[in-house]
């Protein structure tokens, strides 16, 4: 099954004002990202508004990375629903336009027991026939899953890797401890990478990384080779990118990053309020240091 | 415009199991509380399990609605989204279908600023052309409404009401102290009718109203004549149904109830849970008590 | 067994710029509210500051108030701890210092179990020898009491009643309906107090009442005459007064309201912030509005 | 100034069943613990359950820690309260008795602003004339500092450093980046000790320490080296009491696993429960795993 490895950026959805997916805009950072050297590309992730997005959308979306991709690096789109149906429904589509694999986000309105929520992504991994990395949010999702019910997902085929957008790093410790090598888990932007690679992650997915690809290859080089002191310090530098993330919205702070590079991603899709000049300067100068395409 | 005032049902969406709506039972049960004298219907609330419904799902639920009810009583649907083009769509899908009104609900992913909220209503007014009852649910939206944002809310000519599903009964006094006769308040199934209608409630928009329709009439009347001690001692009675309400998945609950009272309205959509044994006797010992149809 | 209704208001602690406790305003306050007409008065409640007071000035604050009362009406200090052995002492100190009850407050540090919750209020009321008032505040204290613990709390000769302080109105008719005659239930500012007496309960424990005595014993004049029209309408007036409390800080607002009308108390104890201009001319305003004392 | 580095046990309380404070067990276990060669203590943390103390309780705890100390390492007490008046007599109190530096605890009961915490920390400053370590736990605190404030208290002489309960430890890093060499960062037991220290941390303070000294110390010193690959294999083994302690009570789960290992340091003070059964049992567990003294 394919492996999913290194840096794994969540895209971002360019839209116009009228509200359509810029497919060129989308083709063109997917394919710039792979040359720089991603490990794979996330389409329909938290920074790639897919709550925001229809089902038309959505698919259009996993067309266009797919084909600018063009089988370089894997592409492995988010399949998010509040019903079994609808997820697999997205999984047949998103497999048939040509995925990957599948990160898969539950969405939760009424309250759910941990049992409907293995429920959910055990329906997903069944329809899946490729491999799934489950994604926990606690702060976006209603849901968490359980460490014992992370255990019991992790033997099934299909479910390789689990990515976790808390931010308690120790969290991520309690699952390796306890899934060992029958799960690999990734890093989020509220983690600090590098920590997560030296207790045994496997890489991150992540949304700065739409605007920072260089030098988060080169963070994972570094990780990779284990040479931790290396790694820490392009770490601290790199932080101030997360932060940001942390502090605006994330799709409004990588998408006003994006555009100082020269990307037409456009706004985030309202109501979310357009990208605010502080967070444009902020980021503005969050690269500048970085300087990442030097 | 058309006036809503009394006992306002928030329809279940009875489903099969291989997920289809079942149109018929919805059509009966809708006309059955039409006959035993409910002021309005409204289909897609939260108990009507809009989160779990494709936008085709949704429409088809309107149309069956809006057919059953045949110009009796107002038809106000829910219109719930994360995004102004998507509720703008199903505000006019939904018009066109027929519907009087619209309970407007916003759905969140991201943090949104009161700006944004604001700007998500509006547009959802702009393009009712109908009367607009805002939803606000802290425990199921992410998103609260100020009660400055209210204020300014109630301005809009089509925003008629706001129905509060907090259970800060507090809270509706003082949107009532500050709105006046710009906006009618209506209670959820979390404050007590009773009391909301004795501090200047319009009625009540509630998911228990489809199974006990005869009961909530009766106390709405002796509320609406200012009976106050016949009206609480009612209240306490049907008090049971409430709590079992808050207590169970508000889907599950109500369609449980509904199944004891014959309507073969199917099990909430999964992956939430087949309605539970426990939930099941609760009710019926409820509805034995109450004697609804008696 | 001294009976608990009417209206209690929960006094302000005085102190002054040295910390120490300022008696004789303390007394006259004490005093004053009596001749208004208030059903008993409650130091060491939330709006007195406990939880910046030590053991002597804890103490202190009782011996003043039970002298000033004289007798008049029922003294009901706050006992609150985090242990059970602290609380006890508490009590006894409290009762050899003339105290007629006791309103019983868990403090918690870490979580603690429903049982473990459970065997503090018992211990609290093995120890009192005098009424025992349930004060539980899902906002301030840690732990809050499920429905099933209050009806067994509720068997205990001791524990005549249970004051509540979230905004949930409907809890309060859950728990009258569970626990009928066994438990008195009073209202808190957070409440609509002229609700809560429709629904059954016997009066309301708030800070507001030190500053509008006489129109809180006349609404709940009304109420206990059953002229709910009358009292809804003076209740409207009166809310104004509740919804600054909720945003300012408790001791501030009343506080505030207190210097207004003449009384020396203070500001609240530091590290909290003197109180706000802002939170005194909005005060004063509706002081102004309502003429308490005309 | 005291330099604070290393690993610093938090200390339990040990408690006979009348409450009283056993001494002669709290000398034993500071005095092994400094032979086993931490490199501070700190009585009176959560761990020490300093809320369930009273100010005669919490002077004992200091002088009998002092005194079995005897000058090997820094005694560091907790220093916790609501008020800034008691905090600084407990700051004077405890520096009387001996203290080397002070871990300054703010307690919440209203909401206060980031102003009113500035100024209570300040004062704690103000008042120590020894080495401060600011603590913050958003668990169990109600107030948490925000970055900006923490920048402008780590340029008070007197504060050298910051310990942090939370389990977000990418917010640990912001802090590094954000104060340098103005601030001394340490670890709690909810972060992973190893990539705190890889990250520039210079120790922690925690309750699990007292347990496991030998292995903890070891810990430490591999991350000294900067032998990371070697630190990290050690954290993951010793990550299951970290666990345990999250699980558990925190007092509760540090004082199983020492009567497991001959301190008869009691129970934790009700109404908190006695160890559980399952507590002890997983103790007994991971201490036979970790073979600490071996």
């Known amino acids: 099954m394919t492996s999913l490895k290194g840096v794994i950026p969540y895209l971002v959805t360019p839209v116009d004002d009228s509200g359509a997916i810029k497919g060129d805009v989308l083709a063109k950072l997917t394919s710039d990202l792979i040359d720089k050297g991603v490990h794979g590309v996330t389409p329909l992730g938290s920074t790639g508004e897919f709550a925001y997005l229809n089902a038309q959308q959505r698919l259009k979306v996993v067309e266009v990375v797919v084909k600018a991709a063009a089988g370089r690096v894997p592409v492995v789109p988010g399949v998010a629903s509040t019903s079994i149906q609808d997820a697999v429904a997205q999984v047949r589509a998103y497999k048939a336009a040509g995925a990957d694999g599948i990160v898969a986000i539950l969405e939760a309105y009424f309250p759910l027991s941990q049992q409907d929520v293995e429920r959910y992504f055990m329906a997903v991994a069944d329809a899946a026939d490729a491999p799934v990395v489950l994604y926990t949010n606690p702060n976006f999702q209603r849901s968490d899953l359980s460490i014992d019910v992370i255990a019991r997902l992790s033997r099934h085929p299909n479910i390789v890797g689990l990515k976790d957008a808390s931010t308690n790093t120790g969290r991520l410790l309690s699952i390796i401890n306890r899934c060992g090598d029958a799960l690999d888990v990734y890093a989020a932007s509220?983690?600090?990478?590098?920590?997560?690679?030296?207790?045994?992650?496997k890489g991150w997915f992540a949304g700065p990384a739409c605007a920072i690809p260089r030098e988060?290859?080169?963070?994972?080089?570094?990780?990779?080779?284990?040479?931790?002191?290396?790694?820490?310090?392009?770490?601290?530098?790199?932080?101030?990118?997360?932060e940001a993330f942390a502090t605006f919205n994330l799709a409004a702070s990588v998408k006003a990053a994006l555009q100082i590079q020269g990307y037409a991603v456009g706004e985030p899709i309202p109501p979310q309020s357009p990208i605010s000049d502080a967070c444009r300067s902020t980021m503005a100068d969050i690269l500048a240091r970085l300087g990442d395409d030097a």
Request: contains cysteine; aromatic residues 10%; proline residues 0%.
């Open 216 to 242: 988060s290859v080169r963070l994972y080089d570094l990780c990779h080779a284990r040479r931790w002191d290396e790694a820490i310090a392009l770490q601290k530098r790199l932080w101030a990118f997360n």
């Open 190 to 201: 509220s983690h600090i990478a590098a920590c997560v690679m030296m207790i045994g992650g």
